[in-house]
């Protein structure tokens, strides 16, 4: 059992913390005292990665809002951010190994493909799924949504 407003908290401040940009995190959980069951330590990286790539691909001022909300026996995470986006094109094959999107502006930004993988197969481990909407120059919302 996971207090996830206990987990995400300390990420959330790593993260900022390690930034060498603004970064603003708004965290909604309802009900705030949201506990669920999952592996500590998978949730914590499916969490972690998800904050990075919105810092990684977002413009000199980061805004991500992180919600996770659970009604009767589904739990829901977004995560949004205000970056870049994701072309049309290219949102079907992000969750694929080693791929990395062709449109990304800055090539020096560090990542090998791996990431959004890993949280498809973390996701897929817990029963869930893990889907993303996105607009160019708008940024992107990751949702997953999790059997409890």
């Known amino acids: 059992?996971?207090?996830l407003k206990e987990l995400i908290t300390p990420l959330m401040?790593?993260?900022?913390l390690k930034a060498d940009k603004p970064v603003h995190i708004e965290l909604d959980i309802k009900p705030e005292t949201l506990v669920i069951?999952?592996?500590r330590t998978?949730?914590?990286?499916?969490?972690?990665?998800?904050?990075?790539n919105a810092i990684k691909y977002s413009g000199k001022e980061v805004r991500i809002d992180l919600s996770c909300i659970q009604k009767e026996h589904t739990l829901t995470i977004q995560i949004t951010d205000n970056g870049i986006g994701i072309p049309p094109a290219e949102q079907s094959k992000v969750f694929d190994k080693f791929y990395r999107g062709n449109h990304i502006p800055d090539r020096n930004i560090p990542g090998i493909g791996l990431?959004?993988?890993y949280?498809?197969?973390l996701t897929e481990a817990h029963h869930g799924?893990?889907?993303?909407?996105?607009q160019l120059s708008k940024g992107t919302t990751f949702s997953i949504v999790l059997p409890q």
């Open 119 to 121: 949280v498809k197969l």
């Open 42 to 52: 998978h949730f914590s990286n499916i969490i972690s990665n998800l904050i990075e």
């Open 115 to 117: 990431g959004l993988s």
């Open 37 to 39: 069951v999952a592996d």
């Open 13 to 16: 401040e790593q993260h900022q």
């Open 1 to 3: 059992e996971i207090n």
């Open 129 to 134: 799924h893990v889907s993303l909407t996105s």
